[in-house]
């Protein structure tokens, strides 16, 4: 049972415009996220999180939105840049313990900007 | 910046070796982990640790096990490989064992033949 669901296994996006990348979870005790950039041979590098109390995260040319109703999340990335060339991982947790105390991925989309 | 270095980006090994994969990091996190990435399925957890000595299993234990005799280093170790551990691996660190990003090496490519 995928409890993190990237529903786009790719996305093509122009250079300068907007891309949205989008994550959805179906466990109600999640309450941190995560997005995760990775470039092929290189591990993981952490992004951006967001907690359950907040909406929206913003850092630079990234920002998380949170719907917590729906169960949704989605990354912004504004203005796109070749560079941002890449898979996008979600992730999230539960900080009351059990079956939410690991940090759970989604199966990532890979994002292609052209320039 | 945080560190987590992996001692061999690339390996290969036979099927019924034993196989070990060392992972150390500098922040003095108390958390490590360990990670398999294959297509389609995302990043999954195998094994983690929340202090010296101490380990959980992960999403998908079987045919592995890990050793954690201090504190910034981590080893993950394959008891007797198989063809269906090929696989990218990865290793963690973080500050807490929730609630705080975790830190990823750049991994190592494991084939068994």
């Known amino acids: 049972d995928q409890q993190v669901k990237q529903n786009s296994p790719s996305l093509s996006v122009q250079e300068g415009r907007i891309s949205i990348l989008n994550c959805d979870y179906t466990n109600s005790m999640f309450d941190y996220f995560l997005w995760y950039k990775k470039y092929p041979a290189e591990g993981p590098t952490f992004l951006i999180s967001i907690s359950s109390i907040k909406d929206k995260n913003e850092d630079g040319r990234f920002t998380v939105f949170l719907n917590k109703s729906a169960k949704h999340l989605s990354l912004h990335i504004v203005p796109s840049q070749p560079g941002d060339s890449a898979v996008y991982f979600c992730?999230?947790?539960?900080?009351?313990?059990?079956?939410?105390?690991?940090?759970?991925f989604g199966t990532g989309t890979l994002l292609a900007v052209q320039p | 910046d945080v560190k987590v270095t992996q001692s061999s980006r690339y390996l290969v090994k036979r099927t019924g070796e034993k196989v070990f994969l060392e992972c150390v990091q500098d922040?003095?996190?108390?958390?490590m982990f360990w990670y398999r990435q294959d297509p389609g399925l995302g990043l999954r957890l195998i094994y983690f640790?929340?202090?010296?000595?101490?380990?959980e299993k992960g999403d998908i234990p079987e045919g592995y096990s890990v050793s954690r005799e201090k504190k910034e280093r981590f080893s993950l170790i394959l008891e007797s490989a198989s063809t269906n551990q090929t696989s990218m691996y990865l290793c963690?660190?973080?500050?807490?064992?929730?609630?705080?990003?975790?830190?990823f090496g750049d991994g190592t490519r494991l084939s068994i033949l």
């Open positions: 963690a660190s973080s500050l807490h064992l929730l609630g705080s990003p975790q830190h």
């Open positions: 640790s929340y202090d010296v000595k101490m380990k």
């Open positions: 992730a999230a947790s539960g900080s009351k313990g059990g079956a939410t105390n690991k940090l759970i």
């Open positions: 922040m003095d996190h108390e958390n």
